[in-house]
T-cell receptor, first 115, second 109 residues
Framework: DTAVSQTPKYLVTQMGNDKSIKCEQN?????MYWYKQDSKKFLKIMFS???????INETVPNRFSPKSPDKAHLNLHINSLELGDSAVYFC??????????????FGAGSRLTVL | GQNIDQPTEMTATEGAIVQINCTYQ??????LFWYQQHAGEAPTFLSY??LDGLEEKGRFSSFLSRSKGYSYLLLKELQMKDSASYLC??????????WGAGTKLIIKP
């Protein structure tokens, strides 16, 4: 049973299109995250939800909209895709919210390529 | 600003020992993590240090000195499967996780 699963694993699309990435965790964790990892391998936090409530919203274009229907799911919708959106997007979850010891469990990643 | 510095790439020989260093400058400190990321895969948790000293876990050990803003990950008896990127990350006083760019470790036979 996959702990954090995200779909699709690969996504190739044209500029200007709208796409979604879905994420589900079966660990019973309270907090879920979206990270972007670019070609330089830096992991950048985009959003974080705790029990369906948005707690972190970093400076990302408002073309990116997260949605958390319940605490086990956090989806990412991207409008009007641009070339610079090409990256690997990782979903992750952790047990609690504000704690230095929160270990993240990551999904396998979704590689988005915008042509 | 806040930053995490670690070498971009290191090479080591199978069976040997390698030490990957990480220095950090963050607004406050609430713990330091090491994650392993194989190419094309997700990062996976290796270790967590919040107090000064050495934490040993099998072939891997992690050291922390808070006064120096410094940590290292020590890998012993290197195996080919240890070829991966090793990411250092620090939780600051606001419980934000600040990530380094990772160190790509190449193991040669």
């Amino acid at each position: 049973d996959t702990a954090v699963s995200q779909t699709p694993k690969y996504l190739v699309t044209q500029m200007g299109n709208d796409k979604s990435i879905k994420c589900e965790q079966n660990l019973g964790h309270d907090t879920m995250y979206w990270y972007k990892q670019d070609s330089k391998k830096f992991l950048k936090i985009m959003f974080s939800y705790n029990n369906k409530e948005l707690i972190i919203n970093e400076t990302v274009p408002n073309r990116f909209s997260p949605k958390s229907p319940d605490k086990a799911h956090l989806n990412l919708h991207i409008n009007s895709l641009e070339l610079g959106d090409s990256a690997v997007y990782f979903c992750a979850s952790s047990q609690g919210e504000a704690s230095g010891a929160n270990v993240l469990t990551f999904g396998a990643g979704s590689r988005l390529t915008v042509l | 600003g806040q930053n995490i510095d670690q070498p971009t790439e290191m090479t080591a020989t199978e069976g040997a020992i390698v030490q990957i260093n990480c220095t950090y400058q963050t607004s406050g400190f609430n713990g330091l993590f090491w994650y392993q990321q194989h190419a094309g895969e997700a990062p996976t948790f290796l270790s967590y240090n919040v107090l000064d000293g050495l934490e040993e876990k099998g072939r891997f050990s992690s050291f922390l000195s808070r006064s120096k803003g410094y940590s290292y990950l020590l890998l012993k008896e290197l195996q080919m499967k240890d070829s991966a990127s090793y990411l250092c990350a620090v939780t600051n006083s606001n419980y934000q996780l600040i990530w380094g760019a990772g160190t790509k470790l190449i193991i040669k036979p």
